[in-house]
């Protein structure tokens, strides 16, 4: 059976929370891959609106293992509360399967993060400040602190030991701010340990014996495509890759197993944080598209910017992750506009392009080249078809995928479970 990656296709906030929901009733397993909690998901269902950060989304489903991959670096203290704030709404958490293989961050993590941040002033990147990017950099340096290290007291020492001898001399002497006790975060972070106990597992095995007995295995990237490490518009990017190969390293599960890879994208395009954004509306439209869009942080409340959508984008992230299927969301919010303008192509040094600059100084001073399309009034949330969109949403729609690169399976016309048009089966 396959296993089918799930991953925003633009800057992230796509909506990849209410897909996930979405197909949590056809799949057995739902894999956070990568990321920590500078990330979120909005799922609602009924009347209920649930915020996610670590957990992934299929936590919500009764008949779903939501597992968390060894390519999530978990903050302790953030996961367990999110653990008990959705036990006191009755959602039961007990299915949860935490890799061991997964790292931590630390308090010094958070703090380098949100000093450093500081520092940058204008060049600042735009993080959230929770220790994502610090911890992925020890990862890589070899100094991180697992998951698997909190039942082992001697070797947790010694790795807070080595890692505070050189943050604390960071932190004193070129922040010029108070170094943390080494004995502190060992007392905090072994009080996790048998709380933490009965959710750890080798995952990656869990995963790939589910699949031999014909499972069905989500795996649900954070962020977005063009946040990505690698593929992203560096250095403005997250410390991780959302994109479909960041799915087979975060969760253990090779690529030869994956057998769909749906991307998420809007009907329009938001971005958080810092840099390039050809398409970013800085008047009426974009403050209209914020509003009743209500695009704010799900982690961190901030505006997020909007812009129109970004046709090069879409085909950049088809290209990048193989992407079989989109899944269009708040085609809902762009109801009321007389037109609606796309990008198709820039116009960089006065020459027209129809993908992404391999220049990054290119795709700062990218001008879009628009299309504009008429635009509807009626009211489209109860559409459940597109025969039952008015003539203009489904031009609209039928136009995206004509220039995105990959065919549209679905569409949201509404933040609701129930609200959305399924075009093809994203599953089977």
Not at 42 to 47: E, F, H, K, Y
Request: hydrophobic residues 40%; neutral net charge.
């Amino acid at each position: 059976m396959p296993a089918i990656v799930l991953l925003g296709a633009q800057w992230g906030d796509e909506g990849k929370g209410k897909a996930t929901d979405l197909l949590s009733g056809s799949v057995d397993y739902v894999v956070r891959y990568q990321g920590g909690n500078n990330a979120g998901h909005t799922v609602v269902i009924g009347d209920q609106k649930y915020a996610l950060h670590l957990l992934p989304s299929g936590i919500l489903s009764p008949n779903v293992v939501p597992v968390i991959g060894n390519g999530v670096v978990i903050d302790p203290a953030v996961l367990l509360e999110e653990i008990e704030g959705l036990r006191l709404r009755g959602i039961d958490t007990s299915k949860l399967v935490i890799s061991a293989n997964a790292h931590l961050i630390t308090p010094y993590h958070r703090a380098i993060d949100k000093i450093s941040e500081r520092f940058l002033g204008k060049a600042k990147i735009g993080t959230t400040g929770r220790g994502i990017g610090p911890a992925y950099a020890d990862k890589i340096n070899r100094i991180g602190i697992r998951v698997q290290d909190l039942f082992d007291p001697h070797i947790l020492q010694q790795k807070v030991e080595s890692a505070l001898g050189d943050k604390n001399q960071i932190l004193v002497k070129v922040f010029n701010r108070k170094g943390i006790e080494v004995e502190a975060v060992i007392e905090e972070y072994l009080g996790y340990a048998e709380i933490l106990r009965p959710f750890i597992a080798d995952t990656s095995l869990l995963l790939n014996n589910a699949l031999d007995l014909g499972k069905v295995v989500l795996l649900e990237g954070s962020q977005g495509t063009l946040l990505d490490v690698d593929h992203g518009t560096y250095p403005f990017v997250t410390s991780s890759n959302p994109t479909a190969g960041g799915a087979c390293a975060g969760s253990g599960i090779g690529p030869t197993r994956v057998t769909r890879v749906i991307g998420i994208v809007k009907a329009y395009t938001t971005r958080v944080g810092s840099g390039p954004f050809p398409t970013e509306l800085l008047d009426d439209d974009g403050e209209k598209l914020r509003m009743i869009g209500h695009e704010y942080g799900v982690t961190t409340g901030r505006n997020r910017r909007c812009g129109w959508f970004d046709a090069p984008v879409a085909r950049y992230a088809t290209r990048i992750n193989g992407l079989t299927d989109f899944f269009l969301t708040k085609l809902d919010i762009l109801t009321g506009w007389k037109e609606i303008p796309v990008c198709v192509a820039y116009e960089v040094d006065g020459k027209r392009i129809e993908e992404l600059p391999t220049n990054q100084t290119d795709f700062h001073h990218a001008k879009p080249i628009y299309e504009k399309l008429p635009g509807w009034s009626e009211d489209i949330s109860k559409a459940r078809s597109l025969d039952d969109l008015p003539k203009n949403a489904r031009a609209y729609v039928e136009f995206l995928e004509k220039v995105s690169g990959a065919r549209i399976s679905a569409i949201g016309v509404g933040a609701g479970r129930e609200e959305t048009i399924a075009v093809r089966d994203l599953v089977s």
